[in-house]
């Protein structure tokens, strides 16, 4: 692991790291917001997945969670949203696929296998990671994410019930399997049979027995995404059909960006630290 940068903030050092990944085979990025109580020992994990288009700055430069998370005793990880590199295969001019649009899958479909693992990178390799080169209290982590990091939040909490006390989204793809913008990278990535695209569809995932305590959700009502692409209605719709608590608040005016995301960042950051004890 390599140290791209650090800085001190609020008390503690957010720092940006770099490593030759496995499941990826290239190298990743990614950031770890460490507070001041770490100096007295292992502190609760809480990982952040990002949206469409991002990398790890997205939320690191305007998500503004380094205030509470100081004062909360949280570290928090950003991962990048893909692999990236000269050798992996990417289709430049789309924006919804490939680089910056890794999905949070282990893909099947070459050349797409060959680096598009995110799904075992962040529920295997980086937590590995973590474990070994900071303060982290690994039975104490939690997930959230943001639009196509909030299906991939939701998927891999839905999936490792054991591992994460707690589960939040803001604005995620509900069920990505007929999403305009999702449903193609399922194919391309995971093949023609929509049978293997459930394992990362939450509302499928959960239609197959798959269980997690609870959820929030924050949406923004002017959102330009939500009827098409978010339709938080049929993540409603499959809690409330399998007895998962849900709780979903519909954001007056507010939109996709890191402008609503950052409002609300202290709410979800509270709701974890409260069930990371």
């Not at 140290?3 to 957010?14: A, D, E, L, N, R």
């Not at 205030?67 to 692999?83: F, H, K, M, Q, Y």
């Not at 803001?170 to 793809?173: D, G, L, Q, T, V």
């Given at each position: 692991?390599?140290?791209?940068?650090?800085?001190?903030?609020?008390?503690?050092?957010?720092?940006?790291?770099?490593?030759a990944?496995?499941?990826?085979?290239?190298?990743?990025?990614?950031?770890v917001?460490?507070?001041?109580?770490?100096?007295?020992?292992?502190?609760p994990?809480?990982?952040?997945?990002?949206?469409?288009?991002?990398?790890?700055?997205?939320?690191?430069?305007?998500?503004?969670?380094r205030?509470?998370?100081?004062?909360?005793?949280?570290?928090?990880?950003?991962?990048?949203?893909?692999?990236r590199?000269?050798?992996?295969?990417?289709?430049?001019?789309?924006?919804q696929?490939?680089?910056?649009?890794g999905?949070?899958?282990?893909?099947?479909?070459?050349?797409?296998?060959?680096?598009?693992?995110m799904?075992?990178?962040?529920?295997?390799?980086?937590?590995?990671?973590?474990?070994?080169n900071?303060?982290?209290?690994?039975?104490?982590?939690?997930?959230?994410?943001?639009?196509?990091?909030?299906?991939?939040?939701?998927t891999?909490?839905?999936?490792?019930?054991e591992?994460?006390?707690s589960?939040s989204a803001?604005?995620?793809?509900a069920?990505?399997?007929?999403?305009?913008?999702?449903?193609?990278?399922?194919?391309?990535?995971?093949?023609?049979?929509?049978?293997?695209?459930?394992?990362?569809?939450?509302?499928?995932?959960?239609?197959?027995?798959?269980?997690?305590?609870?959820?929030?959700?924050?949406?923004g009502?002017?959102d330009?995404?939500?009827?098409?692409?978010?339709?938080?209605?049929?993540?409603e719709?499959?809690?409330?059909?399998?007895?998962i608590g849900?709780?979903?608040r519909?954001?007056?005016?507010?939109?996709?960006?890191?402008?609503?995301?950052s409002?609300?960042?202290?709410?979800?950051?509270?709701?974890?630290?409260?069930?990371?004890?």
């Open positions: 692991m390599k140290t791209v940068s650090t800085s001190k903030s609020h008390g503690g050092i957010q720092g940006v790291y770099s490593h990944s496995e499941a990826c085979a290239c190298d990743m990025t990614f950031a917001f460490v507070p001041p109580q770490a100096k007295n020992g292992p502190v994990v809480l990982w952040y997945l990002s949206g469409l288009t991002c990398t790890h700055a997205n939320v690191m430069d305007k998500g503004e969670y205030r509470l998370a100081a004062e909360l005793g949280l570290i928090i990880v950003c991962p990048d949203t893909s692999p590199g000269d050798g992996v295969a990417d289709e430049k001019d789309n924006w696929f490939g680089s910056g649009a999905f949070y899958v282990d893909a099947t479909q070459q050349p797409f296998a060959a680096n598009y693992r799904y075992s990178y962040i529920t295997e390799e980086l937590p590995a990671l973590i474990a070994a900071f303060p982290a209290d690994m039975s104490r982590q939690a997930i959230f994410g943001h639009s196509m990091g909030g299906h991939g939040a939701l891999i909490a839905l999936k490792n019930p591992r994460f006390k589960c803001f604005a995620p793809i069920q990505p399997s007929t999403a305009g913008w999702s449903k193609p990278a399922l194919e391309k990535y995971l093949g023609a049979d929509e049978a293997a695209w459930r394992a990362y569809d939450t509302t499928l995932l959960i239609e197959d027995g798959k269980r997690f305590p609870e959820f929030l959700v924050d949406q009502s002017a330009s995404f939500l009827q098409e692409g978010l339709r938080p209605w049929l993540l719709e499959a809690c409330k059909t399998s007895g849900l709780t979903l519909m954001q007056d005016g507010y939109d996709h960006s890191y402008n609503f995301i409002t609300f960042m202290d709410d979800h950051l509270t709701w974890h630290a409260a069930r990371l004890g």
